[in-house]
């Protein structure tokens, strides 16, 4: 069925309006064990049924935060919404409300995106991997150790848990004391789930019943794609609705009074690769929409705070309760359910959702103890020189102006594109593409250590370099053009309301180096691109290119056109991260005397914009 995607804007206003009505309402307290006794199962007419109360505490995409600190300025985190990040302080959170709500009337789970994002995330991987090297086992990954001591019972797999591969997840799961759940990640070959789909709990209740809550695990389809380098063959990746329908109703014959489900997919029904995939990204409003039996679902994957939020089942008219909460640990979402005992079978009367802050709340002592060490560790690395610079390099600009910063990232993967091609493949015109992917981003002159680089490019991203014809590549920087708000010739240009037209994201939106180019944004969308040469001879349409990419846009990652099904002159596997660190390791020196070109501007009608 058809649904409209809601427009991300109008969806967070929403959502922050019915964040705010949550706030007013006020926290849903527990009542006491013992006020939660007040009658029996079997009681005259005129009796209240019996009645009992428990929570579900939610956290998603977490990307390795462990403690408050950023490993890329190498300081205490701090933005300015005076958020907080790492799973140490929200496990103080979690501790209050086990206190206050009882221990036994609480779970906790995740919504997946865990074991990626951060310097430590990279260092457990790559320099000490979990998996071990040189024949030395390798040590437990600090999330898992996080993850543990603070008791989860469940999380969903999230799409980045699989960028260091199938044997780092499997070796991560090893080592969680909770089943990672994915009932649409499906083994390629016999189409059975190749994780946990669900897990059942049981609430115990002095007297009746255990109240069984089952968890279902929902992954994104988008891994197909963007990870498609390591799951080909290997695992497939069926949409969220088709596998919900499937297992919402076996926990259901399975006597779950709570069906709980853990979405690692956003809930305004879009997709960030149009038709690429036949699965919605963000499904988890649809899910909710269009599958019977669900009471709640933990939302991930999309990094903005849903406190509350319900969704009508259009088969039963039943409300389903979301919440989503932010991510690195920004929140906490909490679940709040009221059930009363009816003939044995418990049933939901209640359920509200709110997020808290962890920002005023301190780390917890145990796992700044156990995981000190290791955060020490990953600090000294960060901070190892690799050589200089010649001069400041900022990004600040670098999302209206062809910055040197930029050129670096673009040289770097040029030259390793450059360095692998065939004979015939070296003989035709080589390009890069890059996004701008920190704004904070800044070498700085003088020394250059690893955190610098790792700050501007943030992902483990590899590199490709693919064919596209002089034609499409127009067509692929007019697709990254629509990242500019149209401004009429004559208007002045303010860059805080300029970028970021159509819900497209600094990440999304590519640059080209090699050729020369104009965006004329006083134009409509599809017809800003002007004036593109290469040595100064204007592109012909069936002229061909290589063009080094990274795997996540090469493989249809923010669905630009044609760059999916093009050719492939070369690939690797070694991160353009760590490719930018070898390169200004070789040189000793970084110097945009070597690298940037001023090959792209903004114009209004022709006429420079800046």
């Given at each position: 069925m058809p649904v409209n995607p809601m427009n991300r804007r109008e969806f967070v206003k929403k959502s922050a309006v019915t964040g705010a009505a949550v706030a007013a309402a006020g926290t849903v307290a527990a009542a006491p064990a013992q006020a939660a006794e007040r009658t029996p199962?079997?009681?005259?007419?005129g009796h209240k049924p019996r009645t009992w109360s428990f929570s579900i505490l939610g956290t998603t995409d977490l990307h390795s935060h462990v403690f408050d600190w950023d490993y890329y300025k190498d300081a205490a985190y701090s933005d300015k919404a005076g958020n907080s990040v790492g799973v140490a302080?929200?496990?103080?959170?979690?501790?209050?409300?086990?206190?206050a709500k009882g221990e036994h009337r609480t779970l906790l789970v995740d919504a997946g995106d865990i074991i990626q994002g951060t310097s430590l995330a990279y260092y457990f991987a790559r320099v000490e991997?979990?998996?071990?090297?040189?024949?030395?086992?390798?040590?437990?990954?600090?999330?898992?150790?996080?993850?543990?001591?603070?008791?989860?019972?469940?999380?969903?797999?999230?799409?980045?848990?699989?960028?260091?591969?199938?044997?780092?997840?499997?070796?991560?799961?090893?080592?969680?004391?909770?089943?990672?759940?994915?009932?649409?990640?499906?083994?390629?070959?016999?189409?059975?789930?190749a994780f946990a789909p669900y897990t059942v709990k049981r609430i115990c209740v002095p007297g009746a019943p255990d109240i069984k809550v089952g968890i279902l695990g929902l992954t994104n389809p988008g891994i197909a794609l963007w990870d498609k380098d390591n799951v080909s063959g290997k695992m497939?990746?069926?949409?969220?609705?088709?596998?919900?329908?499937?297992?919402?109703?076996?926990?259901?014959?399975?006597?779950?009074?709570?069906?709980?489900?853990?979405?690692?997919?956003?809930?305004d029904g879009s997709s960030s690769y149009g038709d690429e995939l036949p699965y919605v990204e963000n499904a988890s409003n649809l899910v909710a929409e269009q599958v019977p039996g669900i009471d709640a679902i933990l939302v991930g994957h999309t990094h903005v705070e849903v406190p509350s939020y319900t969704v009508k089942n259009k088969e039963t008219g039943e409300d389903v309760l979301l919440s989503e909460p932010y991510c690195w640990g920004y929140r906490l979402?909490?679940?709040?359910?009221?059930?009363?005992?009816?003939?044995?079978?418990?049933?939901?009367?209640?359920?509200?959702?709110?997020?808290?802050?962890?920002?005023?709340?301190?780390?917890?002592?145990?796992?700044?103890?156990?995981?000190?060490?290791?955060?020490?560790?990953?600090?000294?690395?960060?901070?190892?020189?690799?050589?200089?610079?010649?001069?400041?390099?900022?990004?600040?600009?670098?999302?209206?102006?062809?910055?040197?910063?930029?050129?670096?990232?673009?040289?770097?993967?040029?030259?390793?594109?450059?360095?692998?091609?065939?004979?015939?493949?070296?003989?035709?015109?080589?390009?890069?593409?890059?996004?701008?992917?920190?704004?904070?981003?800044?070498?700085?002159?003088?020394?250059?250590?690893?955190?610098?680089?790792?700050?501007?490019?943030?992902?483990?991203?590899?590199?490709?370099?693919?064919?596209?014809?002089?034609a499409q590549l127009k067509d692929y920087l007019e697709y990254g053009a629509k990242y500019y708000h149209q401004v009429p010739s004559g208007t002045k240009v303010d860059t805080a309301t300029l970028t970021n037209a159509n819900n497209f994201?600094?990440?999304?939106?590519?640059?080209?180096?090699?050729?020369?180019?104009?965006?004329?944004?006083?134009?409509?969308?599809?017809?800003?691109?002007?004036?593109?040469?290469?040595?100064?001879?204007?592109?012909?349409?069936d002229q061909v290119f290589v063009v080094a990419v990274n795997n996540y846009r090469a493989?249809?990652?923010s669905g630009y056109p044609h760059i999916a099904a093009a050719p492939i002159a070369y690939s690797s596997t070694n991160e353009i991260r760590q490719l930018m660190i070898d390169y200004v390791t070789a040189k000793k020196s970084l110097n945009p005397a070597d690298f940037a070109v001023t090959n792209w501007k903004l114009t209004q009608a022709g006429t420079p914009v800046f």
């Open positions: 199962d079997h009681m005259p007419p302080r929200v496990a103080t959170l979690i501790k209050q409300q086990r206190e991997p979990i998996t071990g090297s040189k024949g030395k086992k390798g040590p437990k990954h600090p999330m898992a150790v996080a993850m543990n001591h603070m008791r989860y019972d469940a999380a969903a797999l999230g799409n980045h848990e699989f960028n260091y591969g199938i044997e780092t997840l499997r070796k991560f799961e090893s080592q969680c004391d909770f089943p990672l759940l994915g009932a649409n990640a499906l083994d390629a070959k016999t189409l059975r789930p497939v990746f069926p949409g969220l609705v088709e596998q919900a329908k499937k297992y919402v109703p076996r926990l259901r014959a399975l006597g779950c009074d709570v069906v709980f489900l853990t979405d690692h997919s956003g809930l979402s909490v679940f709040d359910f009221e059930l009363e005992l009816h003939h044995g079978q418990w049933k939901v009367t209640g359920k509200k959702a709110q997020t808290l802050n962890p920002n005023t709340v301190d780390e917890d002592p145990e796992i700044k103890k156990l995981l000190e060490a290791d955060h020490e560790l990953v600090v000294k690395y960060v901070n190892t020189a690799v050589g200089t610079c010649t001069a400041d390099l900022s990004a600040a600009e670098s999302c209206w102006k062809d910055v040197p910063i930029m050129d670096f990232i673009q040289q770097v993967q040029m030259d390793a594109v450059k360095a692998g091609l065939s004979s015939a493949d070296a003989a035709l015109p080589l390009i890069s593409v890059a996004a701008p992917f920190s704004r904070t981003a800044d070498i700085p002159q003088g020394s250059v250590t690893i955190k610098d680089i790792a700050g501007l490019y943030i992902y483990d991203n590899t590199l490709y370099g693919k064919k596209l014809t002089g994201w600094d990440y999304m939106y590519d640059t080209a180096a090699g050729v020369s180019y104009d965006i004329d944004i006083a134009q409509a969308e599809g017809s800003r691109i002007k004036n593109l040469t290469y040595n100064g001879a204007p592109v012909a349409d493989n249809g990652g």
